[in-house]
């Protein structure tokens, strides 16, 4: 299981997410991932990557959110192939806070739009603006959804847990959620078809005339540090960088306080 296969990151994405690996005596175990049988297309692409035999069944239940849902289950029994996604980071049993993006070389963007097809959303807000967002219990995964969009689109999210349920809940909207969108779900990508179709809908979006634009954070440069150094004195710096004096003053702080690394 080759994560720089873009098909292969997307998988593990998704499983690590949604798929529950259970242990059992002598070796014996398996791994599942049961999702509504609309999306049951997903898990028959599983199966065709998966040199290995496996299986798909159908049940349907009560559920707390539904009187008859009917589901789609991949089963997969093999130790070898258990092993291999035990060993890139898939953990048996509970999983939700201990789970991590993989520490070997990976496809991000295909890894990262497994994990938002399995637990995120991605559309239009009740206002109608384009959204990407994520719920996950895993500090590591919200950090680095954080950390890799905030390449995409510019915008950054800290995350932070709720503290009615212990959730982080992250979202990108408006062009950022455009962008990421775009990023993640690019043509031909493996992918649930309902997310795909979601996806291309935020093209449409522009920004109406009255609304004003978010106010984006403008970032520091390497050569903006070593001027602020140099003249150490924030409101000189202010001056030649054309930013605020607070904003120098802070920085200069960080810098010199060792809570920011010095430039290059």
């Known amino acids: 299981m080759d994560l720089e296969v873009p098909e292969y990151a997307y998988m593990f994405g998704f499983l690590q997410m949604d798929g529950h690996m259970a242990a059992g005596t002598r070796q014996r175990g398996q791994l599942t991932a049961e999702i509504s049988i609309r999306d049951i297309e ?45 060993e890139l980071g898939l953990p048996y049993g509970r999983k939700s806070k201990k789970i991590t993006p993989p520490r070997v070389p990976f496809s991000r963007r ?14 239009y807000t009740s206002r109608g603006f384009p959204f990407v967002s994520l719920t996950t ?43 990421l969108g775009a990023h993640l779900y690019y043509p031909g990508c493996l992918a649930l078809d309902r997310k795909q179709a979601a996806a291309d809908s935020l093209a449409a979006w522009t920004r109406p005339a009255d609304m004003k634009a978010a106010y984006t ?40 306080s060792g809570k920011l690394p010095m430039p290059g």
């Not at 960088?241 to 120098?248: A, E």
């Open 42 to 86: 997903i898990l028959r692409k599983f199966q065709q990557l998966t040199p290995y035999y496996s299986s798909i069944t159908e049940r349907v239940r009560t559920t707390n959110f539904a009187a008859s849902h009917h589901s789609a289950t991949w089963t997969l029994c093999s130790l070898e192939a258990r092993t291999t996604l035990n």
């Open 137 to 179: 219990q895993s500090t590591a995964i919200a950090a680095y959804l954080c950390f890799y969009a905030r390449k995409i689109t510019e915008v950054q999210r800290i995350p932070k847990r709720n503290t009615r349920d212990g959730l982080y809940n992250i979202m990108f909207a408006m062009e950022a959620g455009q962008k």
């Open 217 to 256: 954070a403008r970032r520091w440069k390497d050569w903006e540090d070593r001027a602020l150094l140099r003249h150490n004195d924030a409101a000189s710096a202010a001056e030649e960088l054309g930013r605020t004096k607070n904003s120098c003053y802070l920085r200069l702080w960080r810098l010199r």
């Open 110 to 123: 295909d890894y990262l739009r497994g994990v938002i097809d399995a637990d995120g959303s991605i559309g």
